[in-house]
């Protein structure tokens, strides 16, 4: 319960301050809801969370008509929706033909909007060079911007060990990147790879992470490539590296897969990439001696050098395209040289100039890794879904009731830990202690690498509805919290409007609470992944900052997906509010009539700040207001209502607490009281 009984004189108070122990399973052992507070930070107290925000994204445009002049290369469209800079169209035709030197299916970027209603474009973000066409076209000429899917995967890449990029990707086979620094373009926006070449094509997204400056892009069946340093530019990255179409298709993992197989991976601690493969796990493994890099060595016998100059070329065909980054070794070849620009087949050029002029030089490009799609064989009928690790061990969550701990040396896996459920979705390992989102029931456990324990579980009354099922989605570790979203659908399989936001447990006291509503400002939709965000500053003796609980929050609306960032500004409409215990005050005989409520803060309000308290009497009513009647204003630290109401056996208290955006004391309640 979170509240206790006080006899005050010849009153008996009724005292609600059990905070920090978020949600109970139900509403008549402890608090009955709890969003968009903070119930953590300060001890005894619950106050107005940080909100967040949507990132600048483009409005979605489908088929509006476009015309170009070819003498300014200007498009003007007849639409109403503001185009963005960097924002991705393609272009389609009907009656005719596309302007020359566009083509369909083909992605191209905003380079600049002129007026409401102009634009340029470039084929490889604003950045880059204009895009020019020959003639206007015949027929008539349409554009649709390429939105964003449902965010699936974040990762982040770290150059020169402060600034941050990350990246995104999507239910749609989309990579997105975003960087807090300005590297790569627009602030607090995210643009569109190319990653997928013609937007025709399908390709899947089943997992995505950076290892040894290469983003590693997972579809069901094959491994994808891009070097994120920009080998043209000293391996600074620009955004016109980043979003040129040049991904490699490296592995194949598996020869026949379903789209949704898990190809969930993770950087260990001896720096191995880590994937799940079906029934296997996969590694990548950086040979000793060498630096990572995705081609499969090759050497060549009838090189060409020439002193003072960065061109090496072959009599024969022997370079391809994938060779950008590179290492490459041989006689009058500097120390540490790689491939900047493969210009053919025959020629490229490297970092720095070569040291001699000679024919017949041996050329080598070293093979850099040990690949292996089977590292580890799990039991045929299960199949890998997740990967943590505990200790030395990495531990394997499958489709069944079982977690695989494996020690990576021995050729097979110790003995499983037994599960109460099947279908393990995510782990998240905290020091010592791995937390299990498991089952369709909204359970996590925890163990310790030998027993398995309840930790937690959603609680199924706030769905309205019995024996609700629940879809987990991402979970993180982040600030002493457990942060994860999920899905809730009944068991017609009705996606339920009660769950969406962001849901976190805080370590310390075990609190379950909704931690965000996300910017689309309902409760429908879910919560899809989670990532830690902090700014790269230019300066790297500057330690890195975040706003509000710096994550960024990828999320269906239920409509559209879209990503919000955390922002160090409170919610300020009355979307923060608890609801207390339903409290017995009375029997059927004898009902009881308390005599006002009361709330106390810590710290006195501010202007634009309010408590507004509400009651209801069982849970499935309304909940009515309760005016305030003292106190209650800017300069207070408590406020008086007198009830409106009479004769219950039962009371629950909403509490609705409203701050603002301008020097904000964020209400910060101890308490309730109901005197009777």
Request: proline content about 5%; charged content about 15%; some cysteine.
């Amino acid at each position: 319960m979170s509240y206790r009984v006080e006899k005050n004189g010849e009153n008996i108070d009724i005292v609600i301050d059990g905070w920090p122990s978020g949600i109970a399973s139900d509403p008549y052992s402890g608090i009955g809801d709890m969003r968009n507070v903070d119930n953590s930070s300060i001890p005894g107290e619950v106050s107005v969370a940080f909100k967040t925000e949507a990132m600048i994204s483009q409005a979605p445009i489908t088929n509006a008509t476009v015309t170009v002049d070819h003498t300014t290369d200007v498009f003007t469209y007849n639409g109403t929706v503001p185009l963005e800079v960097n924002t991705c169209i393609v272009f389609t035709n009907s009656g005719g033909a596309l302007p020359a030197g566009l083509a369909a299916d083909t992605p191209y970027y905003i380079k600049t909007v002129p007026t409401p209603t102009t634009f340029t474009i470039s084929s490889v973000s604003a950045g880059g060079a204009q895009k020019l066409v020959t003639d206007n076209g015949t027929g008539t000429q349409t554009f649709s911007t390429i939105n964003m899917g449902t965010p699936k995967y974040f990762t982040k890449a770290i150059y020169e060990n402060y600034y941050n990029i990350y990246f995104l990707g999507d239910s749609n086979g989309r990579i997105w990147v975003y960087n807090s620094g300005g590297l790569v373009g627009n602030t607090n926006k995210w643009v569109y790879t190319h990653n997928r070449g013609t937007e025709s094509s399908t390709s899947g997204m089943n997992f995505l992470i950076f290892w040894k400056n290469y983003l590693f892009w997972f579809n069901s069946t094959n491994i994808y490539t891009k070097a994120i340093g920009d080998p043209t530019n000293s391996k600074i990255p620009s955004l016109a590296w980043l979003t040129s179409s040049s991904w490699s298709s490296w592995k194949i993992t598996t020869s026949s897969a379903n789209s949704t197989d898990s190809k969930y991976a993770l950087v260990g601690q001896d720096d191995i990439l880590y994937f799940c493969n079906q029934t296997y796990v996969g590694s990548i493994k950086e040979n000793v001696d060498e630096e990572f890099h995705p081609v499969t060595g090759a050497t060549a016998a009838d090189g060409i050098t020439t002193d003072n100059d960065k061109t090496i070329s072959t009599a024969t065909n022997f370079f391809t395209d994938d060779m950008v980054g590179s290492p490459i070794e041989g006689t009058g070849i500097p120390s540490g040289a790689y491939i900047t620009i493969v210009t053919d087949a025959k020629n490229v050029e490297i970092n720095e100039d070569a040291t001699i002029t000679d024919t017949g030089v041996t050329i080598t490009i070293p093979t850099s890794y040990t690949y292996n799609a089977s590292a580890l064989d799990l039991p045929t009928d299960d199949q890998a879904i997740c990967l943590a690790e505990l200790g030395t061990n990495l531990l394997i969550g499958g489709r069944n009731n079982k977690i695989y701990p494996w020690d990576r040396v021995s050729p097979s896996f110790n003995y499983p830990i037994l599960l109460s459920e099947n279908f393990v979705s995510r782990m998240v390992t905290v020091n010592t202690t791995t937390y299990i989102f498991l089952g369709y029931r909204g359970r996590i456990y925890v163990t310790n690498g030998a027993n398995v324990s309840l930790f937690a579980k959603i609680p199924d009354f706030l769905s309205d509805t019995v024996t609700p099922y629940f879809l987990w989605n991402d979970a993180i570790f982040n600030r002493n919290k457990l942060y994860f979203g999920f899905q809730c659908k009944n068991n017609s399989g009705t996606t339920l409007d009660k769950y969406g936001g962001l849901w976190s447990i805080d370590l310390q006291n075990s609190g379950i609470k909704l931690e965000n509503k996300m910017s689309y400002d309902t409760y429908a939709g879910y919560v899809s992944a989670i990532f830690p965000n902090s700014k790269s500053d230019s300066n790297p003796s500057t330690l890195p900052s975040s706003d509000g609980y710096g994550l960024f929050i990828g999320w269906y609306s239920g409509t559209t997906g879209g990503v919000d960032k955390g922002i160090s500004t409170p919610y300020v409409a009355g979307e923060s509010y608890i609801d207390s215990d339903m409290i017995p005050i009375g029997l059927f005989l004898e009902k009881r009539n308390p005599t006002n409520l009361e709330f106390k803060l810590t710290t006195p309000l501010v202007t634009g700040e309010s408590v507004a308290l509400y009651y209801r009497d069982h849970v499935t009513d309304t909940y009515t207001s309760v005016p305030i009647t003292q106190g209650g204003s800017a300069g207070d630290i408590s406020g008086i209502a007198i009830p409106n109401f009479q004769d219950l056996e039962w009371i629950q208290l909403r509490a609705v607490l409203t701050s603002t955006a301008s020097s904000p004391s964020f209400v910060r309640l101890r308490e309730l009281r109901i005197r009777s």
